[in-house]
């Protein structure tokens, strides 16, 4: 096992005794070559244009609905700046909406407001203005702004109508005194798993302004619960422990039913630069307030790693994909017992162009494939562009079961 590198803010004396599988350092080792799945794969271009910067549709969130057969991803869109080191992407950048209705195969981009990728001044909601188990509920978290009031917690959007308009920001109510994110700052995505007409958890996340220049590598991940239609929120728990010296952030999580949820975390040693990156997967089996770690689902490589994108197929496996940046590839990984251990890598997707991709957002269409949704940019089509990748079910049910 590799040498145990703690952060200095951080270190404590028997950390690894007190927190187990969370501290263990990422193990760099040689990874076998994934088999490829070129011949169940087709790509289809989501939206794409020669002079615009298409990226990250983890941040902007995903939606689905009539057993995806309809399908809404988010995703950023900037002016592309092909002289700029790292991401090549101008100002200003607007959300985009990207819909399929059927399935998958083809897309058209909407231009929501642009209040829908603002916190704003949030309100707090009203009785009955929420319910979330609405079948065409959309729910859209936006991370914080400012270091007091309302708007530092973030705040969210709802949306009923399967995103085509939208009512909000939303506050969390609730949390402004949490003594748990007292001086924290809310870097929350979006992740929700609606529990009945007036119940919802939801995953956020916050970092310690306080660490200086280590605050951005070191976000931590934690649940929340309203029970009155999003009126009011309480805090449930860490995901992670808040001294887990390693950065966890934006989960993508599932619903197992019975309070047990699982989550699928990007990890980042922050003293390994940027090339220490990879998957793990927590559960909690009390609705959200206790989490475990359970696996190490793979490796994202360098540049800053990327987010996995976590689902539930139809037969109860899980599905994960995210982005290896050092090999520049998407990847996919199954489960058939809840995540405990992972059948072989898959390539979805390889991209020797460049390592700036990924960022996936996952579905499961009304025909049983996989939907897998994320950015990149290619010789042919050199400004980043958002692409889907529809793998068959044939091979969802065959070739990737895990022995």
């Known amino acids: 096992m590799g040498r145990l590198r703690l952060h200095p803010l951080l270190a404590a004396p028997l950390a690894l005794a007190v927190f187990g599988p969370f501290l263990l350092p990422p193990l760099v080792v040689a990874q076998p070559a994934p088999a490829a799945v070129s011949q169940?794969?087709?790509?289809?271009?989501?939206?794409?244009?020669?002079?615009?910067?298409?990226?990250?549709?983890?941040?902007?969130?995903?939606?689905?609905?009539?057993?995806?057969r309809e399908m809404l991803v988010g995703f950023s869109d900037g002016p592309w700046r092909p002289e700029l080191?790292?991401?090549?992407?101008?100002?200003?950048?607007?959300?985009?909406?990207?819909?399929?209705?059927?399935?998958?195969?083809?897309?058209?981009?909407?231009?929501?407001?642009?209040?829908?990728?603002?916190?704003?001044?949030?309100?707090?909601?009203?009785?009955?203005?929420?319910?979330?188990d609405h079948p065409d509920l959309a729910v859209r978290v936006v991370a914080g702004s400012g270091e007091k009031g309302p708007a530092r917690l973030g705040a969210f959007h709802v949306s009923t109508d399967r995103g085509r308009t939208w009512r909000g920001p939303w506050a969390f109510t609730?949390?402004?005194?949490?003594?748990?994110?007292?001086?924290?700052?809310?870097?929350?995505?979006?992740?929700?798993?609606?529990?009945?007409?007036?119940?919802?958890?939801?995953?956020?996340?916050?970092?310690?302004?306080?660490?200086?220049?280590?605050?951005?590598?070191?976000d931590k991940p934690f649940a929340v619960r309203s029970d009155d239609g999003g009126r009011r929120f309480r805090f449930l728990g860490w995901l992670v422990p808040r001294r887990d010296p390693y950065r966890a952030v934006m989960p993508s999580a599932v619903d197992l039913g019975g309070g047990r949820f699982v989550a699928a975390l990007r990890r980042r040693n922050p003293r390994?630069?940027?090339?220490?990156?990879?998957?793990?997967?927590?559960?909690?089996?009390?609705?959200?307030?206790?989490?475990?770690?359970?696996?190490?689902?793979?490796e994202a490589g360098c540049c800053n790693g990327n987010p996995p994108a976590l689902t539930r197929l139809r037969d109860g496996r899980l599905a994960c994909a995210w982005a290896d940046r050092r090999r520049q590839v998407m990847l996919l990984r199954l489960s058939d017992d809840d995540g405990r251990?992972?059948?072989?890598?898959?390539?979805?997707r390889a991209n020797p162009h460049?390592?700036?991709?990924?960022?996936?957002?996952?579905?499961?269409?009304?025909?049983?494939?996989?939907?897998?949704?994320?950015?990149?940019?290619?010789?042919?089509?050199?400004?980043?562009?958002?692409?889907?990748?529809?793998?068959?079910?044939?091979?969802?049910?065959?070739?990737?079961?895990p022995r």
């Not at 985009?96 to 209040?115: F, I, Q």
């Not at 700052?185 to 220049?213: E, F, W, Y």
């Not at 390994?272 to 793979?298: A, H, K, P, T």
């Not at 251990?341 to 979805?348: A, L, Q, Y």
């Open 40 to 68: 169940a794969v087709r790509q289809v271009v989501v939206s794409s244009a020669p002079d615009r910067f298409l990226a990250w549709p983890a941040n902007n969130g995903f939606w689905s609905w009539q057993g995806g």
């Open 85 to 132: 080191e790292g991401h090549k992407v101008g100002q200003p950048q607007e959300l985009r909406l990207a819909r399929s209705l059927d399935g998958g195969v083809s897309w058209s981009v909407e231009s929501p407001p642009a209040a829908l990728s603002r916190t704003g001044t949030p309100q707090p909601a009203g009785p009955g203005d929420l319910r979330f």
């Open 174 to 218: 609730g949390l402004e005194d949490t003594p748990e994110l007292a001086g924290l700052r809310i870097t929350s995505r979006t992740s929700v798993l609606p529990q009945g007409r007036d119940a919802v958890v939801m995953l956020l996340s916050a970092q310690d302004p306080s660490l200086g220049r280590w605050a951005g590598r070191l």
């Open 272 to 298: 390994g630069g940027e090339d220490e990156n990879w998957i793990d997967l927590v559960v909690s089996e009390d609705g959200g307030r206790r989490w475990q770690f359970r696996s190490r689902v793979g």
């Open 341 to 348: 251990t992972w059948g072989p890598e898959r390539v979805v």
């Open 354 to 401: 460049a390592s700036d991709m990924g960022y996936p957002q996952i579905g499961q269409n009304d025909r049983g494939e996989l939907v897998i949704l994320y950015y990149l940019a290619t010789a042919e089509r050199p400004a980043s562009f958002i692409e889907a990748s529809l793998i068959k079910a044939s091979l969802i049910e065959a070739s990737l079961v």
